[in-house]
């Protein structure tokens, strides 16, 4: 018994690597496959007839023109199934359709005036936007990711410091309820790891630990080992945002002072200009009117020259560096990603950010930070392959009746 599990255990491993590496490089010609996977011609033979079978991929003309019989390129099929993938915040939700390539089919976004209507937006906008792949095409997941912490496991959304009413809110369960479609909760920063895994640095062909960090309205921070996703005991990691940096210092939107998040994040960084002014400190901006003060007018007038307006992104850069100085002696990653809104703003801080990490970090570190290439839907496109990582055995062997082969033989 134990052997035949064994068997079927590198009999699916083996389908999986060859979609992958179809999924990757495709179109490609068999002995390529072969090349890459170092399996043997038949193993080969076997399961892209198998995976053609089940219209998973497809045949492609070959371009190259040679004497005699031309060799046949198998690619990916773009038309028979799709994973939706759900990046859902507190500004917007936005929605992609995508195929097993990574191909973004569709799109749509939507505004959230208020948290209170975040599920029947979801659920609306989800209903409109994948109706006509419900009734014509396949789809095989949708997948959410959305802030703040989460049971994954269970697929509930439990809280977020700055949405009272956004607690132990049951995901899956009322997606999976209104659609019928197995449905998957992550955390964003999570699934931004996962873009960029597939879409961006290609960090799985380079790195074997890596951090990337959001920083947006929020400081999230999302940790890959071995090209896993480490969650942590309590699937709660990452909340860097609310490591205290500054002891005693400015009050966070969880309720604790000098969190990182309160200086090194948008609102951060808003908060702590408005502070200043109400103590009397110069700007060159209009600052009647408080309330009207935006984190893009700051960023501004810090390009123009407004010392108050640099030195709030030179703080910023400071406890960045130090915080992730300490991170990086602890953990020794090989690379840190930026991602976000104020990742883009890094002509602003970048160099002193780079000054002070590497004044404080461990001797001998080689850690490396980076700036992500990845926009608009890189969290929701990473999640739908999230989904599809954690789907993908059961797939395969479902769609190509690999599993029943299994079944017969034992």
């Known amino acids: 018994m134990a052997g035949s599990i064994l068997k079927s255990t590198i009999k699916n491993n083996n389908l999986q690597a060859v979609f992958r590496i179809i999924q990757r490089y495709g179109p490609l010609e068999r002995k390529h496959i072969q090349e890459y996977s170092k399996l043997s011609w038949g193993t080969v033979s076997k399961f892209t007839a ?33 994973m939706i993938g759900v990046d859902l915040n507190f500004r917007d939700i936005r929605i992609v359709v995508v195929d ?30 994948i109706q006509e792949y419900l009734e014509n095409k396949n789809v095989i997941a949708i997948s959410i990711a959305t802030q ?37 909760i992550f955390h964003d920063l999570d699934c931004v790891l996962i873009a960029e895994k597939y879409f961006g640095n290609s960090i799985e062909d380079h790195y074997r630990t890596v951090i ?10 999302s940790l890959m080992i071995n090209a896993q996703i480490y969650a942590g005991a309590n699937h709660r990691s990452g909340e860097l945002g609310h490591s205290v940096a500054v002891p005693n210092g ?17 609102v951060g960084i808003t908060n702590r200009f408005i502070d200043a002014v109400n103590s009397g400190e110069p700007t060159m901006m209009n600052v009647a009117d408080s309330f009207r003060i935006k984190y893009d007018s700051i960023k501004k007038y810090a390009r123009l020259g407004d010392q108050l307006c640099q030195k709030l992104f030179d703080d910023a850069a400071f406890y960045l560096g130090i915080s992730l100085a300490s ?84």
């Open 327 to 410: 991170l990086s002696s602890v953990l020794d990653p090989d690379v840190i990603i930026f991602y976000g809104e104020l990742a883009d703003d890094r002509e602003l801080y970048q160099e002193k950010l780079y000054k002070v990490f590497s004044e404080n970090v461990y001797p001998g570190n080689a850690t490396k930070i980076i700036f992500s290439s990845l926009k608009g839907s890189a969290v929701a496109l990473g999640a739908s392959f999230y989904a599809l990582d954690e789907i993908l055995s059961d797939f395969l062997e479902q769609k190509t009746g690999h599993r029943d082969e299994n079944d017969q033989a034992d």
């Open 148 to 184: 703040g912490n989460i049971d994954s496991e269970k697929g509930i959304a439990l809280y977020l410091t700055f949405a009272p009413t956004w607690r132990n809110i049951r995901l899956k369960e009322i997606v999976e309820k209104k659609f019928h479609i197995p449905t998957y």
């Open 50 to 82: 198998l995976l053609e079978q089940a219209k998973i991929i497809v045949q492609n003309p070959n371009p190259v023109s040679n004497v005699g019989k031309t060799p046949s390129l198998v690619g990916i099929n773009g038309e028979d199934y799709y």
């Open 100 to 129: 097993l390539k990574g191909n973004i089919i569709r799109s749509h976004i939507a505004g959230v005036p208020d948290s209170s209507q975040m599920i029947h937006i979801l659920l609306e906008r989800l209903g409109t936007t």
């Open 212 to 221: 990337a960090l959001n920083t947006n309205y929020g400081v999230g921070m």
């Open 250 to 266: 400015a009050l966070c939107s969880c309720g604790k002072r000098g969190c990182l998040e309160a200086y090194a994040s948008k």
